[in-house]
């Protein structure tokens, strides 16, 4: 049942991408085999009248009125290759741009759909790299190719139709002569994409070193710590290793090439001896001769090159193969837009394990954050304050328990959850796009909020900047201003407050980088930020979560305790004596 079910599904992907390359390409697949029929047929009339011309100019009294016709039609026919083999060349190239639209599209649109949790797998960024990389080229080669196949099926039986009259046997004999290449070529194809699949580890981490050695963000450190010749000595060793097993294989490979050339010479020879003899024995004429050699070679490069491009699509298939893994990776589930209408959360139970881990990072955690409630979480490095955010973010799903959002489980309303929730992560984005952008991106046209609290306590620095909010961001340009960590944080934090119809800010270590002064400005007006809305906050800095209703003290996976400030600091247990051991820092 598991394999029919495969099956289809398999069929069904391949269905789905001829149905995208229809939708990529269309007309212009017909089109370019149409021209692929004249190109071929011509070659072969060609070929024709090559010999027609030596036949004639080697009869003597020479009948110069049929050698001038017979020059004028290859005159003729030369032009018309030239702009068939033009019009050819451009209508490919908008096929395959046409398809690599549109396979770069589906992929893009899967990337957005694809389960965060699936992204923990290491090897899906292998699949996704190949797939990237590799698949929108290789389906537009695959198809190119395929016409390519269609070309020389039509040359082949162009110049069968000239050759036969001379010896029957001598297209047979080309196209055997052919044959072993196709294995030779498929086996090549295989190894390869084994190579290149075994490879992908070690080109990810190429290409980490060379970001790294290249990128002005680690500059500095790397300059500070003079870690150059460490990182160019560890690129070295890879790509020695990478180099060492492709030139391996390409010296297998050429020694198999080698034979099988051999193997087409002595037929190709073989059938010039055979001809040659004809003509000593004056059973042909000398333009048959020359009619033989060019339709003898011109069809074995036909069954070579078709040999050849079956050996490449077999090896494109393995990228279809590694496409359709990737579109059926699990996506995102569509809650269908189902409304909240209240937005009590209550956690019951939860515990989590990453995968590929056997210790739970959260171990049946009970937590409920009531309408309106400002909450901490606090607790030392690794208790499980960041992963508790991502179950209830609905990045991952508990291992077992339930969350839920008034009374429907967080699942079936997650994307409606999202719209209305949102995180300044620890390791938050710094886009490098303008200060407006940044604040823009993902608040629906939220610009007059700029002029807010949040403007004033946190963007005074935006007038400072060349071009104001217009300025561009990073170092991606030479013109591009570079932040302190405290003013992209301030950006980070904006972008998030300014959301329109919030009802849910999580805020992971948000002030670590602000000044006293900002901090304490944005604690003061905490409450007044999350006026009708729950928040969450996480922080090492304990005063901080004096602002909160409730404080949750994780510690290794557990709440070991809940309460206010003030009943925490009664209690004397954990919050207590990290509080103290805090406060002792500024006495
Ligand atoms: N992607 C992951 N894969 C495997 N284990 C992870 C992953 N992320 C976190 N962990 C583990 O889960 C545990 C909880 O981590 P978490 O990031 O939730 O801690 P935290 O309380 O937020 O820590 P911090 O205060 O340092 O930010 C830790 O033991 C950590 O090593």
């Known amino acids: 049942m598991e394999k029919i079910k495969n099956i289809y599904e398999k069929a069904n992907i391949y269905v789905k991408m001829l149905n995208l390359?229809?939708?990529?390409?269309?007309?212009?697949?017909?089109?370019?085999?149409?021209?692929?029929?004249?190109?071929?047929?011509?070659?072969?009339?060609s070929t024709y009248y090559h010999k027609t011309i030596i036949d004639t100019v080697s009869k003597i009294p020479i009948n110069m009125d049929l050698a001038f016709k017979t020059l004028f039609v290859l005159w003729i026919l030369e032009i018309f290759i030239l702009v068939f083999n033009e019009l050819s060349a451009y209508i490919k190239t908008i096929i395959k741009y046409r398809?690599?639209?549109?396979?770069?599209?589906?992929?893009?649109?899967?990337?957005?759909?694809?389960?965060?949790e699936v992204m923990e797998n290491i090897e899906i960024y292998d699949l996704l790299d190949r797939v990237n990389s590799n698949v929108p080229?290789?389906?537009?080669?695959?198809?190119?190719?395929?016409?390519d196949v269609f070309l020389n099926i039509f040359k082949i039986i162009s110049f069968s139709f000239v050759l036969i009259n001379i010896k029957w046997y001598f297209p047979i004999v080309s196209i055997l002569t052919s044959i072993p290449y196709l294995f030779v070529l498929s086996k090549q194809g295989f190894d390869t994409y084994i190579m290149q699949v075994a490879q992908n580890k070690n080109t990810r981490k190429l290409n980490y070193l060379f970001e790294i050695l290249t990128n002005r963000v680690y500059s500095k450190e790397i300059r500070t710590f003079n870690l150059i010749d460490f990182l160019v000595e560890k690129i070295y060793k890879i790509r020695k290793t990478i180099w060492d097993e492709k030139i391996e294989l390409i010296y297998k490979h050429s020694r198999w090439t080698i034979y099988i050339n051999i193997l087409k010479n002595i037929s190709i020879?073989?059938?010039?001896?055979?001809?040659?003899?004809?003509?000593?024995?004056?059973?042909?004429?000398?333009?048959?001769?020359?009619?033989?050699?060019?339709?003898?070679?011109?069809?074995i490069y036909s069954a070579t090159f078709i040999m050849q491009?079956?050996?490449?699509?077999?090896?494109?298939?393995?990228?279809?193969?590694d496409f359709n893994k990737f579109i059926l990776m699990p996506e995102e589930?569509?809650?269908?837009?189902?409304?909240?209408?209240?937005?009590?959360?209550?956690?019951?139970?939860?515990?989590?394990?990453?995968?590929?881990?056997?210790?739970?990072?959260?171990?049946?955690?009970?937590?409920?954050?009531?309408?309106?409630?400002i909450i901490a979480i606090v607790g030392e490095n690794g208790s499980g304050k960041t992963t508790f955010i991502n179950l209830l973010l609905g990045i991952f799903k508990p291992t077992s328990g339930a969350i839920y959002v008034g009374d429907r489980e967080l699942p079936t309303i997650i994307n409606e959850f999202r719209k209305k929730s949102v995180c300044i992560f620890q390791n938050f984005i710094r886009y490098q796009f303008t200060v407006e952008e940044n604040i823009n991106a993902g608040n629906f046209g939220q610009k007059n909020r700029l002029k807010s609290f949040y403007a004033k306590t946190f963007l005074d620095f935006v007038n400072k900047l060349p071009f104001g909010y217009n300025t561009e961001l990073g170092q991606l340009e030479n013109g591009s201003i570079e932040l302190s960590g405290g003013e992209w944080q301030k950006i980070a934090i904006c972008r998030a407050l300014c959301r329109e119809d919030?009802?849910?800010?999580?805020?992971d270590e948000p002030m670590s980088a602000l000044d006293p002064k900002v901090e304490s400005d944005l604690y003061h007006e905490f409450r007044d930020l999350c006026k009708n809305k729950q928040a969450i906050m996480i922080s090492h800095r304990l005063g901080a979560t004096k602002v909160c209703d409730r404080i949750y003290v994780f510690d290794k996976g557990?709440?070991?305790?809940?309460?206010?400030?003030?009943?925490?600091?009664?209690?004397?247990?954990k919050y207590y004596k990290m509080y103290k051991a805090q406060q002792s820092l500024y006495v």
């Open 333 to 373: 589930e569509d809650t269908l837009q189902k409304s909240i209408s209240n937005f009590k959360i209550v956690c019951e139970n939860i515990s989590f394990s990453y995968p590929n881990t056997s210790y739970q990072s959260l171990d049946n955690i009970n937590l409920t954050i009531n309408e309106n409630e």
């Open 137 to 147: 080229t290789g389906i537009a080669d695959t198809i190119l190719l395929i016409i």
């Open 502 to 507: 919030l009802k849910l800010i999580i805020l």
């Open 21 to 45: 390359i229809k939708e990529g390409i269309g007309k212009y697949f017909f089109l370019i085999i149409f021209i692929n029929i004249l190109i071929s047929t011509k070659l072969a009339l």
């Open 309 to 321: 491009y079956i050996a490449k699509i077999n090896k494109q298939v393995f990228y279809i193969n």
């Open 269 to 299: 020879g073989i059938c010039l001896f055979i001809t040659c003899i004809d003509v000593i024995q004056k059973r042909t004429s000398l333009g048959s001769v020359v009619l033989v050699i060019s339709a003898i070679q011109n069809m």
């Open 558 to 573: 557990k709440i070991i305790e809940n309460g206010t400030h003030e009943e925490l600091i009664k209690k004397g247990g």
């Open 99 to 116: 398809i690599d639209y549109t396979i770069s599209k589906r992929i893009t649109d899967k990337m957005a759909k694809i389960k965060v």
